[in-house]
């Protein structure tokens, strides 16, 4: 069965979109519209040009009856320096102010650092939330009970501070300003070398 590039480009893409979770045979077969046979062979010709292609940094592999994209084992050194020393400084601004935000004001609502920063930040939230650096701490008290956002133990591993006492303190002058988000971000800048330059998608 001569496979098509096509049919091969789809499948990337479903498992990519996948994630970690990869996709089981059956679930594959259908939004392939093939049978699990075709499939398998699909499979196992997408696995051929990942393994036969030297440039190509991941492969693909079947976990408990899941298949999903993983990168290559003979980088994995590679792979691991990066996720040793990872690069807080690749943030939006639009990330950096609501971490900022977060981090000086939490527990707050997604309400209250809309209002300090005059715009919505749904997305940076959702962007932060899914990168680990933001959770869900507890719901406020009254009307909707709204969700509650504070910063994790990653945001301090990733920080490098023990706790968020060694967040850099504002002056008692500075505290009085805090209904201004451009002070938050300055001193995270400040404190951590942070530049805005993209990286976390916000």
Do not use: C, W
């Amino acid at each position: 069965m001569e496979i098509e590039s096509q049919l091969l480009s789809m499948t990337e893409s479903f498992l990519f979109v996948a994630g970690e979770e990869g996709l089981t045979l059956t679930h594959l077969a259908a939004l392939l519209e093939r049978n699990e046979d075709e499939t398998l062979k699909i499979l196992t010709a997408l696995h051929e040009d990942y393994d036969q292609d030297s440039k190509r940094g991941i492969t693909l592999k079947s976990y408990g009856g899941s298949y999903r994209l993983v990168t290559k084992s003979e980088l994995a050194d590679e792979i691991k320096k990066m996720l040793e020393n990872p690069k807080p400084s690749t943030f939006t601004q639009a990330a950096l102010e609501v971490l900022a935000i977060i981090a000086y004001k939490q527990p707050v609502t997604r309400v209250e650092v809309d209002d300090l920063r005059g715009v919505k930040s749904e997305r940076a939230l959702h962007s932060l939330t899914g990168k680990g650096f933001v959770a869900e701490v507890g719901r406020m008290e009254g009307p909707g009970r709204p969700i509650l956002y504070g910063t994790t133990d990653f945001f301090l591993d990733r920080f490098g501070l023990a706790s968020l006492k060694e967040l850099p303190p504002l002056s008692l002058e500075e505290e009085k300003e805090q209904e201004d988000p451009d002070l938050f971000m300055t001193k995270f800048q400040e404190a951590f070398s942070i530049q805005d330059e993209g990286g976390i998608d916000a």
